[in-house]
């Protein structure tokens, strides 16, 4: 065989053999996420004055966690309101299950007693039945004329990661034990939230729940190792 040939070839290890972290936290109960290349199939190409995806997705994986919180006996409930003539987009969370109209009364509600609302401005607002609200978390989009497909992207990574920690932090002020934090796996394209019932090292331990929750499914594939073969010429 000619040593172009043999440099050609390759020996592939079937796994990458590294010695992998121990998670300590024994409280995890599962993660939501979304993969970055479903979102190109509601791409759109000229800029837009309101937001066209991130508060979908964000609310989506939101009620993921809530139900799965609730399955797993821990009364925390959260969803992402956007209230697109007001530029505003929030968390709502509650200790009880509510409507989306609820929700967006009581954000409604929570904007005006802060004085983030224009008092003058007619708001269509519904009954408010659930006593178990307990906060906002919100971030101001006023100083954002135009949006597009990849800065909605971009947002929507930074809303998992700045606008979920004061919401943590606002279950735990209320003694739910709900622990969230965000994860972000760029190789494999995909974003989302890791659950627990028990505190735990993020910093450490959330992407490595994480990639064992998405290997576990078959949706995580390790890197291989490649080695390449080398004639006797370049060996010698």
Not at 27 to 50: C, H, M, P, Q, V
Not at 187 to 204: A, H, M, Q, T, W
Request: a neutral charge; hydrophobic letters at 35%.
């Amino acid at each position: 065989m000619q040593g172009a040939e043999l440099m050609a070839r390759m020996t592939k290890h079937s796994r990458k053999k590294t010695s992998s972290p121990t998670l300590s936290n024994t409280g995890f109960i599962g993660a939501t996420f979304t993969d970055l290349d479903d979102l190109t199939k509601y791409e759109y190409y000229f800029s837009r004055k309101k937001l066209q995806i991130t508060h979908h997705v964000l609310d989506g994986l939101l009620q993921g966690s809530s139900i799965l919180f609730s399955q797993h006996g821990i009364p925390a409930h959260i969803s992402c309101i956007y209230l697109p003539k007001q530029k505003k987009i929030g968390l709502v969370l509650s200790k009880t299950p509510f409507r989306r109209k609820e929700g967006k009364s009581y954000f409604i509600n929570y904007l005006r007693e802060v004085g983030h609302l224009n008092e003058d401005e007619k708001i269509k607002e519904h009954e408010i039945f659930n006593t178990g609200f307990i906060g906002v978390i919100f971030a101001d989009l006023s100083k954002v004329e135009r949006f597009t497909f990849q800065f909605e992207l971009e947002l929507l990574s930074q809303f998992l990661k700045g606008l979920i920690i004061p919401a943590k932090e606002l279950f735990l002020r209320h003694n739910i034990q709900a622990y969230i934090s965000s994860v972000e796996l760029t190789n494999e394209g995909k974003i989302g939230f890791v659950l627990s019932k028990k505190p735990y090292d993020e910093r450490k331990e959330a992407d490595l729940y994480f990639i064992e929750y998405l290997k576990e499914r078959g949706l995580y594939e390790e890197e291989e190792e490649f080695i390449p073969i080398h004639s006797e010429k370049t060996l010698f």
